[in-house]
């Protein structure tokens, strides 16, 4: 099982609708990161969250942490087809950074 | 001012061979680390490097896996006698100073290992 659970794994949405992917976990973190990963590519932070209920936004990207350090979630609005690429969240965990498995987002034109 | 350099960006080995996979960390980052992504999954960590040291290597296999991050030059991950299941697409990152909480890392663009 992950340490930090992503859904939906997949979402296909048109151009101009709003969604939302979710991180979750039975453990508390110190902080969770966002990544977005294009093909081909090394994934890039987005941003970091580190006080509980903290909210963070960039952009069209609101991402939120849970009040009690487990779950974070991250919604777009208005998504456009550069807001396609796999989705990832991270959390420091002893001496490394754990990953889950990514929501994979497709936005149609 | 160049980011994290990873190469060859592609890699083709028979069962059997040898890869070598290096990483040149961004100018001053100092720490290393190593991760192995397969379709449709996240990444896995591997090992955490300082220079010239390895500091956690719990999430390499025993066998066959080894890494370096020598005083020059980049770091190195090399796989012996490679088998179809070492096919993944295997990222560094680097970070500039010792791994805290919310730490950024800079990724590079991988490297893609196809076993045949």
């Known amino acids: 099982t992950q340490l930090l659970e992503q859904s939906p794994q997949f979402l296909s949405i048109q151009e101009g609708e709003n969604l939302t992917v979710y991180c979750n976990s039975s453990?508390?973190?110190?902080?969770l990161q966002w990544y977005r990963q294009e093909p081909g590519e090394g994934p890039v932070l987005l941003v970091t969250?580190?006080?509980?209920?903290e909210v963070k936004k960039l952009k069209r990207l609101t991402f939120q942490f849970g009040d009690a350090r487990k779950d974070s979630s991250l919604h777009i609005t208005a998504a456009q087809p550069g807001d396609t690429g796999l989705y990832l969240c991270?959390?420091?965990?002893?001496?490394?950074?754990?990953f889950g498995a990514g929501t994979r987002l497709t936005v149609k034109p | 001012n160049a980011g994290v350099m990873q190469n060859p960006r592609h890699l083709v080995r028979r069962r059997g061979q040898e890869a070598r996979l290096r990483c040149s960390p961004v100018?001053?980052?100092?720490?290393v680390y190593w991760y192995r992504q397969l379709p449709e999954e996240g990444l896995k960590f591997m090992v955490y490097l300082q220079k010239e040291n390895i500091i956690d290597e719990s999430g390499m296999p025993k066998e066959r896996f080894s890494a370096e991050f020598p005083k020059e030059g980049p770091s190195i991950l090399r796989i012996q006698q490679v088998v179809r299941g070492d096919s993944a697409a295997y990222f560094c990152a680097s970070s500039p100073r010792v791994r805290a909480t919310n730490e950024k890392l800079f990724f590079g663009s991988g490297t893609q290992l196809s076993v045949l």
């Open positions: 100018k001053g980052h100092s720490h």
């Open positions: 991270a959390g420091a965990w002893a001496n490394d950074m754990r």
């Open positions: 969250v580190v006080t509980g209920g």
């Open positions: 453990s508390v973190f110190s902080s």
